[in-house]
């Protein structure tokens, strides 16, 4: 039957990533700790503020891996709830909407699958290997346990997945626990509050968000009162060829929801 080609995005609220993967039509479904099926064609990251909207985003990506055949299938991971299959970007600036139906029109793919970030981050899981995972603590894992995840980038994102009996495997729930209401327990944190509500003019409440995902946004707060030397500059690419593989893996489960939509 050959192969296919599909999409899988990684959409934040300041970049987007892009990458175009060729999956053979009849690709046995991965198993636990095994990578989805497909080969990397074409990957690009792009900074969303440089552009009106996703559409042209998707536009300009196809353009540059220049494929002369057209996906059959795109799974995008979007920061944010997911709803009738469309999502607001309430952290982008001027805001986006995306809707996979419209997608599927303007771009001729046959099928357009936006899930939450976080549910695919939490299904990229069930495929990383023993040896890509750090233990931190004596406590043996428990098969078939709750499986919690949480990742800071331009929000804050969680979710945690639960054995289902009926798929024989796990269904992960995504939530948006970035925004529940951080509540301080030491002076400290208390002072650290104060701060934030003035920097983010926060007249009742400050979100977990607020303080782990833009911390560095406080730390002239700490350098003054914590004594904590400042970094001049992060390098952004700074990613080592572990961390890139354990990316890869994350992956794993958008591309298998692809490869199981080009079926129907």
Known sequence: MGDRLVIVGDC?????????????????EPKRKEKAPGTLQFD???????????LDIMKLFLEESKTSETPVAACLACAGPIL????????????????????EKQLNINKV????????????????ADDECLI?????????????TIGAGTG??????TK???AKGYKCWATEGGHTDWAPHTDLEVEILAYARKKFRAKARVSVERIISVFICLRPWNCAHLRVPCAQKVPGEGHSRRTREIHERR??????????HQRV
């Not at 690009?44 to 996703?54: L, P, S, T, V």
């Not at 992956?251 to 199981?260: A, L, P, V």
């Open 12 to 28: 934040g609220g300041t970049n987007t990533r892009l990458s175009l993967w060729s999956i053979p039509a009849d690709a046995p």
């Open 156 to 161: 804050l994102g969680e979710c945690f997945l």
């Open 84 to 103: 009738d299959n469309t999502v607001s970007f309430t952290n982008i600036k001027n805001g986006w909407f995306i809707s996979g139906s419209a997608l």
């Open 44 to 54: 690009n990251k792009y900074q969303n503020e440089q552009h009106k909207n996703f």
């Open 113 to 128: 699958l936006l899930v939450n970030d976080f549910t695919a981050m939490g299904y990229g899981l069930l495929t990383l």
């Open 136 to 148: 931190l603590n004596d406590v043996p894992p428990k098969e078939g346990g709750v499986v919690a």
């Open 251 to 260: 992956c794993s489960e958008r591309r298998y929801r692809c490869h199981e």
């Open 164 to 166: 289902d009996p009926k």
